[in-house]
């Protein structure tokens, strides 16, 4: 959530920073509620000062005269209370406003539309080159019998998929793999509930906008979209130490979604799922820290696809084409030969204080002020299955076999899938 107060003061340059984010925000409401609401305070706060001068002099009236001063009195205190319920429900419905409206993009974020907008920022390793017509990963999984969509489709509906034999395998290298390395780089492990409450979930910045994206269940819980819910409501409504900071954790969870509005797209494949693998690497920080911090996450995904060996590029995202919590984003994305084109295989957010904000996220300065939001950075390190379809398709080989990267042999006890 953006801070109320600065929201109100600065209506036009928030409308305007947010013009390329697709937000429906009516902000002649806002403006009309700020109005009302300062009118209100105004009025309430003259008529407390009447209050407390009538009160005082009413030590030096007779019986009769205090007798009338109160009378009139009792219809102040009538209006004070109706302002003050009235500012009441001008609070709650500004701040449920305020929760539909997207994070203000960083001033280095380019300020367009769509992913049109978005910027290369670096290029790692080479497209593969084959001799032979490259599959794509379900028709490689299906010969191989180790991807079974059909059997998935019958027991669970489209879009999902049973993993088999060496895929099954092969998906739990990687995440042993992922969590390895990043737990070896000072993140601390985590394997989060995979239900988590409303609270959780607006915390995160998941609702009220995306609650037709999420699997509710009939208690009002949550199947979680992301570690990154669970694992950032770790610290709701705490005040961390300063010397705590900077606080990292690596999550490994499933994930599920119901890609509401996704339909049509992706349909073959493991590239779309319900339900899906992931590791999620998150950090509280410093503000001062945070810029470096969301750097140093970048780079921590990226060592994943290097060490695999997969050709990627880094991409900083538009205003447009970002999250809706997002205050700046860089995706990873791989190169798929089936599809000719690179895919996003993680996504690497800095939120600034905007989760914070709505999880009530804070910290105690060494100096400065009592407490200050935190800031909360967090990306995939990496989306497990998308990684699995990127190492079948990019070291499938012309008999058909899929040969495994070195780092992971270790966890497979085997070259070939």
């Known amino acids: ?44 706060d003259k008529l407390r000062f009447e209050q407390r001068q009538a009160g005082e002099r009413m030590r030096d009236l007779d019986k009769q005269e205090a007798a009338k001063l109160r009378e009139e009195l009792k219809s102040v ?26 994070n203000l993009p960083a001033k280095d974020v380019k300020q367009a539309a769509d992913e049109s907008g978005n910027e290369q920022v670096s290029l790692w390793g080479e ?39 060496g895929a099954a395998r092969l ?45 509710v269940t009939n208690g009002d819980l949550f199947l979680i979209p992301t570690a990154e819910v669970p694992v950032t409501n770790l610290h709701r ?27 049509g797209r992706d349909t073959r494949g493991m590239i779309r799922q319900h339900q899906f693998d992931k590791v999620e690497l998150l950090k509280f920080t410093r503000p001062e820290d945070s810029e470096e911090e969301h750097m140093g996450l970048v780079r921590d995904a990226e060592e994943i696809l290097r060490q695999l060996g997969l050709h990627y590029r880094v991409m900083r995202l538009s205003a447009g084409d970002m999250g809706f919590s997002a205050q700046k984003c860089y995706d990873l994305e791989v190169w798929l030969p089936s599809q000719n ?25 060494v100096e400065g002020p009592k407490t200050a939001y935190v800031h909360t950075i967090n990306g995939s390190g990496l989306a497990v299955g998308r990684t699995l379809v990127a190492i079948m398709e990019n070291f499938q080989l012309a008999d058909g076999r ?16």
């Open 1 to 44: 959530m953006l801070d109320i107060k600065y929201v109100l003061e600065n209506l036009d340059a928030v409308a305007d920073g947010l013009r390329f984010r697709n937000a429906k925000i009516d902000f002649d409401k806002l403006r009309s509620l700020s109005q009302e609401r300062r009118e209100k305070i105004g009025r309430f």
């Open 341 to 365: 084109c690179y895919r996003e295989i993680s996504s690497c957010s800095n939120f600034g204080d905007f989760q914070a904000r709505r999880a009530n996220i804070r910290y105690r300065p």
């Open 77 to 102: 205190s009538d209006e004070l209370k109706s302002l003050e319920a009235r500012r009441s429900e001008i609070d709650a419905e500004i701040e449920n406003m305020m929760l539909y409206v997207p």
């Open 402 to 417: 899929v040969r495994i990267p070195e780092v992971l042999r270790e966890y497979t006890k085997c070259e070939y899938l």
């Open 171 to 215: 998906e739990r290298a990687l995440i042993q793999f992922m969590m390895d390395l990043h737990a070896s780089r000072g993140y601390t492990e985590i394997i989060p509930p995979y239900l988590v409450n409303r609270a959780a979930m607006t915390g995160t910045g998941q609702l009220p906008k995306f609650e037709d994206d999420a699997y």
């Open 237 to 263: 409504d705490e005040i961390l130490d300063d010397d705590q900071l900077t606080i990292k954790y690596c999550a490994y969870s499933a994930c599920f979604r119901l890609e509401a509005g996704n339909y």
């Open 127 to 165: 497209c593969p080159k084959f001799d032979f017509e490259p599959k794509a990963h379900y028709d490689l999984g299906e010969e191989l019998d180790v991807l079974d969509f059909e059997r998935g489709a019958k027991v669970s509906g489209a879009r999902f998929t049973f993993l088999k034999a």
